[in-house]
C-alpha cells in the first residue's frame, strides 16, 4: 500500500485547525480594539461631539470618489456654543431618546435598522429643511409633532406621533447634526444636501 503523503496526513490537518483557529482568534482581538479606537467620538472619522458647534458640509471628494463630511464655521446649535462636556450630555441624550422610542423600528441610522422610512445618516442635511435659517426649528417641530408636519414625500407613509418632549427632540436634532459629520466613505451616496452659508 503507498504511504500516505504529507499534505494528508491527519497531524498535519489538526495542527492546521489548531493553528488557524489561534491566529483568527488573535486577528479578532485586534480588530475589536482597533474598531472601537476608530469609532469613539474625537477620533478622525468620527468628530468630537462639540462638533454640533459648526456647520457640517458634505462634500465631493475627488481623491476618495464621493461626499465626505466637511466642518466648517462656528454655527452653534440654537445658537448655543457648548463645550465639550455640554455637547457630549446633549448629544447622548438625543441618542437615548433615538434608542427608547425605538426609532430604528422604521428608520436606519448608519444604515442599521429598518427600511420603512429615509435613512437618518445625514437627515440634518436634507434640504427638505429649507434653509439653514429655518431648519433648526421645523426638524424640532417636526420630531415633536409629525402628524401634522408631515412631509411624505409623495411616499405616503406617515411618522406617528411618539410624545417626544420639546427637551427630548432638540437632543436628538442634536444627535443627528453630530450623526451627519460621521466619515462614513461615503454613505448614503449621491444624498443630495441643503445650502448652507458658505457653500461653493
Ligand atoms: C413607525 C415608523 C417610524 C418611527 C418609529 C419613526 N419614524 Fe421618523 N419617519 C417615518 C416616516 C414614514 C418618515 C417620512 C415621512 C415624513 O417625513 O413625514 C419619517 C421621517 C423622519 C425624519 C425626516 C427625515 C428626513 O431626512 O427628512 C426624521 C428626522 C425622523 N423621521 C426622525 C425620527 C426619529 C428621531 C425617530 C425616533 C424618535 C423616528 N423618526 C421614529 C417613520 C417613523
Not at 9 to 27: D, N, P, R
Not at 141 to 153: C, G, H, K
Request: glycine content about 6%; overall charge negative; charged content about 20%.
Amino acid at each position: 500500500m503507498n504511504p500516505i503523503p504529507w499534505w494528508a496526513s491527519e497531524a498535519l490537518w489538526k495542527k492546521a485547525a489548531i493553528w488557524v483557529t489561534g491566529v483568527m482568534f488573535a486577528v479578532l482581538i485586534f480588530l475589536t480594539f482597533d474598531t472601537v479606537n476608530q469609532i469613539t467620538a474625537g477620533s478622525q472619522r468620527v468628530p468630537a461631539y462639540s462638533a454640533i458647534n459648526q456647520r457640517v458640509y458634505y462634500r465631493f471628494d475627488r481623491e476618495r470618489g464621493y461626499q465626505v463630511p466637511v466642518l466648517g464655521d462656528e454655527a452653534p446649535l440654537f445658537g448655543q456654543l457648548l463645550d465639550e462636556d455640554e455637547a457630549e450630555a446633549l448629544v447622548t441624550h438625543g441618542k437615548l431618546t433615538v434608542q427608547a422610542k425605538n426609532c430604528m423600528n422604521c428608520h436606519t441610522l448608519l444604515g442599521n435598522g429598518a427600511y420603512f422610512a429615509p435613512d437618518l445618516t445625514k437627515s440634518w442635511l436634507d434640504p427638505a429643511w429649507v434653509d439653514e435659517s429655518v431648519r433648526e426649528q421645523l426638524m424640532v417641530e417636526f420630531l415633536m409633532d409629525p402628524v401634522a408636519n408631515a412631509r411624505t414625500f409623495g411616499s405616503d407613509r406617515r411618522m406617528p406621533h411618539l410624545g417626544i418632549s420639546e427637551d427630548e427632540s432638540r437632543a436628538v436634532v442634536a444627535f443627528l447634526k453630530w450623526m451627519s459629520s460621521i466619515d462614513t466613505n461615503g454613505f448614503p451616496a449621491g444624498f443630495p444636501v441643503i445650502r448652507q452659508a458658505g457653500d461653493p
